[in-house]
């Protein structure tokens, strides 16, 4: 009846712990889509604002670089980024993208 007793008293404290990985970063992020009009075959700016982006999005811990996508004739750029807090990360990046003529006026998205 004991063992019972005990069973029954840790039971609601075991199911969250085995339902998640509780101890794990069981965070979920959400994909922050960046769109800027390159205008250039030549991508060497555009890596450069990436690297930028990144190291802002890991200094403000609000998300980090997950890829991009070019056109062919580089007139249009996606920059993907992943974050927790995509408020906070759109936040933290907006002033490095005000500060380059081609992403002056870059549409940011949330989600795939």
Not at 14 to 31: G, I
Not at 44 to 64: N, P, Y
Request: charged share 25%; with cysteine; aromatic share 6%.
């Amino acid at each position: 009846m004991k063992r019972f007793l005990l069973i029954l008293t840790c039971l609601p404290f075991s199911v969250p712990a085995f339902s998640e990985l509780a101890w794990a970063d069981n965070t979920k992020s959400d994909q922050v889509v960046i769109v800027v009009d390159y205008g250039s075959p030549d991508l060497t700016r555009l890596h450069q604002l990436e690297d930028e982006l990144d190291a802002i999005a890991k200094q403000t811990k609000s998300g980090e670089l997950d890829g991009d996508e070019v056109t062919i004739d580089g007139r249009q750029a996606s920059i993907y980024m992943k974050s927790i807090d995509t408020q906070r990360l759109t936040t933290a990046v907006r002033p490095a993208l005000r500060a380059h003529d081609f992403s002056r006026n870059a549409r940011i998205r949330v989600g795939g």
